[in-house]
């Protein structure tokens, strides 16, 4: 199992910029692709983006494209995602999560092929 605590969310304004954290610990970190997902009140969780365990390959929802950048530390055991232009929709508790089975990618979407998740960080962005 694999400990995950996300950090860095917090109130903006559109137009504003975050960037968040996750920490990793109990696994082989750069073994394992790794994902954003995010809860809006009322919402089912949905995908933002994923990483590749090398960082080589990323993925994101179309409505992110062009303004989140995921990245990560396999020295630091940590993921990033740094978030600029927000908009009041992006309102969510941001979530990291670690895929199930080691050096896999495809489906990065569904939250079934993620195996732990952390608590979560609110970002809310004023309009």
């Known amino acids: 199992q694999v400990r995950l605590v996300e950090s860095g969310g917090g109130l903006v304004q559109a137009g504003g910029s975050l960037r968040l954290s996750c920490a990793a610990s109990g696994r082989t970190f750069s073994y394992y692709a790794m994902a954003w997902f995010r809860q809006a009140p009322g919402k089912e969780r949905e995908f933002v983006a994923a990483i590749s365990w090398s960082g080589s390959r990323t993925d994101y929802v179309d409505s992110v494209k062009g303004r989140f950048t995921i990245s990560r530390d396999n020295a630091k055991a940590t993921m990033y995602l740094g978030m600029n232009s927000l908009k009041p929709e992006d309102t969510a508790v941001y979530y990291c999560?670690?895929?199930?089975?080691?050096?896999?990618?495809?489906?990065?979407?569904?939250?079934?092929?993620?195996?732990?998740w952390g608590q979560g960080t609110q970002v809310t962005v004023s309009s």
């Open positions: 999560a670690v895929r199930k089975q080691q050096v896999t990618w495809g489906n990065n979407w569904s939250a079934r092929e993620y195996a732990d």
